[in-house]
C-alpha cells in the first residue's frame, strides 16, 4: 500500500484547509485510514480516523473543527480542517491500516504517508 498525501500550506487562524491522502497498491485490503500530526519538538499525535464502514474518531482537541471521510471508490480519505488555530501547526501524516487474510490466518500492516505541512499563522 503505497500513500500520497496532499492540501497542506500556509492559512491564518480561523481559515480552512482540506487534505487529501490517496491510496494506491494493495488498497482494497485498508479496513481503517487515519491522520496523525507532528508539530516542532514533539511526538506524533493521532488526530482523526475512520473505519471502511464510515465510523470516526477524533483527538478532543479537534472535535467540532475538523472532519475525516473517505471515498473508498477512490481509495482516498480527507481531513477538513475548519476554524484552524496556531497550535494545529504541524505535519500531517496520512495513515492506512490494511488486513490481509490467508487460509490460516489474518496478517495487518501499517503504512504511512510522506506528510504534509500545515501552517497556522496567528
Do not use: H
Not at 14 to 22: E, I, Q, T, V
Not at 49 to 73: C, L, P, Q
Not at 101 to 114: I, N
Amino acid at each position: 500500500v503505497q500513500l500520497q498525501a496532499s492540501g497542506g500550506g500556509l492559512v491564518q487562524a480561523g481559515g480552512s484547509l482540506r487534505l487529501s491522502c490517496a491510496a494506491s497498491g494493495s488498497s482494497s485490503n485498508i479496513n481503517t485510514m487515519a491522520w496523525y500530526r507532528q508539530a516542532p519538538g514533539k511526538q506524533r499525535e493521532f488526530v482523526a480516523a475512520i473505519a471502511k464502514g464510515g465510523t470516526t474518531n477524533y483527538i478532543d482537541s479537534v472535535k467540532g473543527r475538523f472532519s475525516i471521510s473517505r471515498d473508498n471508490a477512490k481509495n482516498t480519505v480527507y481531513l477538513q480542517m475548519n476554524s484552524l488555530k496556531p497550535e494545529d501547526t504541524a505535519v500531517y501524516y496520512c495513515n492506512a491500516v490494511a488486513v490481509f487474510p490467508t487460509t490460516t490466518t489474518v496478517r495487518t500492516g501499517q503504512y504511512w504517508g510522506q506528510g504534509t505541512l500545515v501552517t497556522v499563522s496567528s
